[in-house]
């Protein structure tokens, strides 16, 4: 009897330990709920949407549905003379952009991790772009500084430095058009970098330095083989967002050329919202669209590659 | 006595909250509903709320609100909400409300052809038929260019004009004078051929100063400005008698590239359209522009900006001698899923036809009536002429892949311009892009 009751027990015990377990569970999920019901609604569901799509032909404004084509759409965009522009526009803006963006932001952090006075106003400084909308810092760049006949740019060369033929409209030719969004990229972008940089470089061991010292490393030397190869994981880090920011570089050539002059600008993002909101092909721009992440996922994991292996 | 809520109980109230609030936030959006209240067939007794939206530049280049409340006052049973498009007005828009049998809009004001063409594609608009254009709103009381703007295949009108514009040229009168290019009346003397349109740039510009001439050739104006040059030095915009296809052969369009080529070769006209629209406008406000082709309406803006000390600087002028230009409208339609289309039409021959709306915008922006006895007292010596302009307009025709020619145009068009190819190059490059492309008439 007594073996009896106390088996009772231990299985009301574990019943009401269970109910406990599932009222927690309910709990916890429906915490969860909205940022599930974000993910799905708005990240999920359209890239699946969008995946499907890029297996299809569809005209938004005169098909009544998608119609399946297969890999066909992947083909016709891969063979679109715009594509093939955009692509190597945007490996242009890549090339350029991309290696800059780097050694200029690590230049930056190099001198921002030095003991000097000033330096807090100078970080400030360097942040500041970051915090400037990127299509603000479009129109603030077209109208006050890249404009031909307002801008500061040409002012500074033709008035102050006496380079009158240096002056020229930098957006509206084609063989400027795209050296200037770089630069324009490079303004917004360098201080976030720097910053990341610059906190690889204050997680690094003074103890490293002084037993480079000792065996007697200049300099250069302690930047190469100490500070370098310690910034492994900032490189990684920096590496992805340029690679990302630079194949996905949209927003400057939107706001600023619209693609032009004559195509000098058109990008492989920009081709994509092309083919969405001006043509309505959907399925076009969702294959353009996967073809891009592909890119970035080939890019990010050969920069992974190259910067694998383990702190000095 | 108080009951102490323990940590957990906390926890499970706040998560069935916040569950309980996510899902009732994914219903759909209040705005899109219809409204309870729709107007009888019959008029004389409109009653039920109508939802105008207008593209932002139209609510200040068109007294709306000022004739929405007007039509309340006529009208006790009725509200009128007048609300900003949410982007340009393009067909973005409403497109997917709309195909969802949903909307928060019953008249739309703005957008051109191309722009109206997504809708009438998705057959998401009311047709204006023939018992709408009756009596004082027949469709010889409208200007014929600016009607055919809403006009599509088979002769169906799925929009009406709100108002007009046509292609022109605002010149700076002082240096015309100065030039010795007015006439004794002291009006411009309008060129007669590209060759003293030349000629004309030449003499207006001064090197690093200011050019003679300024084109809009932004992504805004390309299609219009080649169909403008076209018509006016042709007169006609196909490549022949009887086709819908415009021409990108013929002599004149080789001539008109060749022109545009020259003058921006010579740093007579600038570039800054190709990468901001507004360049051109800005640039003849600040006195960089003797001359400017472009829609007609902004030789009053200019003139509000060069003339504030009461000096005449501004004028408008023909872009061609005796030439017809281009002519098209911005437009106004209802859609097949507001539950108001007779408030609305009511609305529009009311107030959106009226002589005081279509009139103020003339006197204030330049906005060309676009019902003929609407002309009729308007202030500026210069609107007869826009008006015979107007009046033999030739209007654009509208392509099923018009959006994809309106890109291959504007970069074939930008490398002719810049010189990195020829007039006869460029026309070659058109042609074979417009033969892959579906260039049937919608």
Same mark, same amino acid.
């Given at each position: ?11 009301? @015990? ?26 799905? @609604? ?38 679109? /003379? ?111 970098? @720097? ?15 002084? @037993?480079?010292?000792? /065996? ?97 | ?11 499970? &109230?706040? +998560? ?25 067939? +019959? ?41 900003? %498009? ?97 006439? %004794? ?29 300024? &084109? ?117 339609? &209802? ?8 408030? %609305? ?98």
């Amino acid at each position: 009897m007594g073996i009896h009751l106390a088996h009772l027990n231990e299985a009301g @015990a574990k019943k009401r330990r269970s109910r406990r377990q599932v009222i927690e569970e309910i709990t916890a999920y429906a915490f969860l709920l909205p940022a599930l019901l974000f993910v799905f @609604a708005f990240m999920l569901y359209p890239m699946l949407h969008s995946f499907l799509l890029s297996f299809t032909e569809y005209d938004f404004v005169y098909d009544k549905a998608p119609t399946f084509v297969g890999l066909r759409t992947y083909l016709e965009v891969l063979q679109d /003379d715009f594509f093939q522009i955009s692509l190597k526009n945007t490996a242009y803006f890549a090339l350029g952009f991309f290696p800059l963006l780097v050694i200029i932001s690590l230049g930056i952090a190099l001198l921002l991790n030095l003991p000097l006075r000033g330096n807090t106003v100078v970080r400030t400084s360097v942040f500041l772009p970051v915090i400037v909308s990127l299509a603000l810092t479009g129109v603030m760049f077209q109208g006050m500084i890249l404009s031909g006949k307002f801008g500061l740019l040409n002012h500074i060369l033709g008035n102050v430095l006496g380079l009158k033929s240096w002056t020229r409209e930098w957006l509206t030719d084609p063989r400027t058009a795209m050296p200037a969004l770089i630069a324009v990229s490079l303004w917004k972008y360098v201080g976030f970098e @720097a910053l990341i940089f610059l906190a690889g470089l204050q997680a690094i061991p003074e103890a490293l330095y002084d @037993a480079a010292k000792v /065996d007697g490393a200049n300099a250069w030397q302690r930047l190469v083989h100490v500070t370098l190869p310690n910034l492994r994981e900032s490189f990684t880090l920096v590496g992805i967002w340029g690679i990302i920011q630079s194949i996905k570089v949209f927003e400057q050539p939107f706001i600023m050329t619209q693609g032009g002059p004559a195509n000098s600008t058109l990008t492989l993002y920009y081709y994509t919202w092309i083919n969405a909101f001006d043509f309505f092909e959907m399925g076009k721009a969702s294959a353009s669209a996967y073809l891009i992440c592909f890119l970035i996922l080939v890019f990010s994991l050969v920069n992974m590659y190259l910067t694998r292996g383990e702190r000095v | 006595m108080a009951q102490r809520m323990s940590r957990r109980e906390f926890l499970r &109230i706040t +998560g069935m909250a916040a569950g309980a609030i996510t899902l009732a936030a994914c219903g759909a959006p209040k705005a899109a509903e219809a409204p309870a209240t729709s107007a009888p067939a +019959g008029a004389g007794e409109l009653t039920g709320t109508l939802r105008v939206s207008a593209q932002s530049w139209i609510i200040k280049k068109w007294p709306v609100e000022e004739v929405a409340k007007k039509f309340m006052e006529d009208h006790q049973g009725v509200t009128v909400e007048v609300s900003p %498009a949410p982007s340009k007005g393009e067909g973005e828009s409403y497109l997917v409300q709309w195909s969802q049998g949903r909307t928060n809009v019953d008249v739309a004001l703005g957008g051109s052809k191309s722009d109206v063409a997504a809708y009438v594609g998705q057959d998401l608009l009311v047709e204006f038929g023939d018992d709408f254009f009756t009596g004082d709103f027949a469709r010889d009381q409208f200007i014929e260019a600016f009607l055919k703007e809403g006009e599509f295949e088979g002769g169906k009108q799925y929009a009406v004009p709100l108002l007009g514009e046509v292609m022109y040229t605002t010149v700076r009168r002082d240096w015309y004078e100065e030039a010795g290019l007015l006439d %004794a009346d002291g009006k411009p003397i309008p060129p007669k051929d590209w060759d003293q349109w030349k000629e004309y740039a030449k003499t207006l510009t001064i090197p690093g100063e200011r050019s003679g001439l300024a &084109i809009s050739w932004g992504t805004n104006f390309m299609w219009q400005q080649y169909l403008t040059g076209l018509v006016v030095s042709k007169g006609s915009i196909y490549e022949s008698e009887g086709s819908t296809m415009v021409d990108f052969s013929s002599e004149y369009a080789e001539a008109l590239l060749q022109f545009w080529q020259d003058i921006v070769a010579a740093g007579y006209a600038p570039t800054g359209t190709f990468t901001d629209q507004n360049a051109n406008r800005n640039d003849f406000k600040s006195g960089l522009i003797a001359s400017m082709i472009t829609a007609h309406a902004r030789w009053p803006e200019a003139e509000q900006v060069l003339e504030e000390d009461g000096a005449d600087r501004v004028t408008a002028m023909p872009i061609l001698e005796g030439a017809s230009t281009l002519a098209y409208a911005h437009t106004i339609y &209802i859609p097949k899923v507001s539950p108001v289309p007779d408030l %609305a039409k009511a609305f529009i021959k009311e107030q959106l036809f009226s002589l005081y709306g279509q009139q103020w915008s003339a006197n204030n922006f330049g906005k060309l009536p676009t019902l003929k006895r609407n002309y009729a007292g308007l202030d500026a010596p210069e609107y007869q002429d826009i008006l015979a302009a107007a009046a033999k307009g030739v209007h654009e025709p509208n392509y099923k892949d018009q959006a994809e020619l309106n890109k291959v145009l504007q970069v074939e068009l930008e490398k002719c311009i810049t010189g990195a190819q020829t007039p006869k190059e460029t026309l070659a490059n058109l042609r074979d892009a417009a033969s892959k492309l579906d260039l049937s008439l919608v």
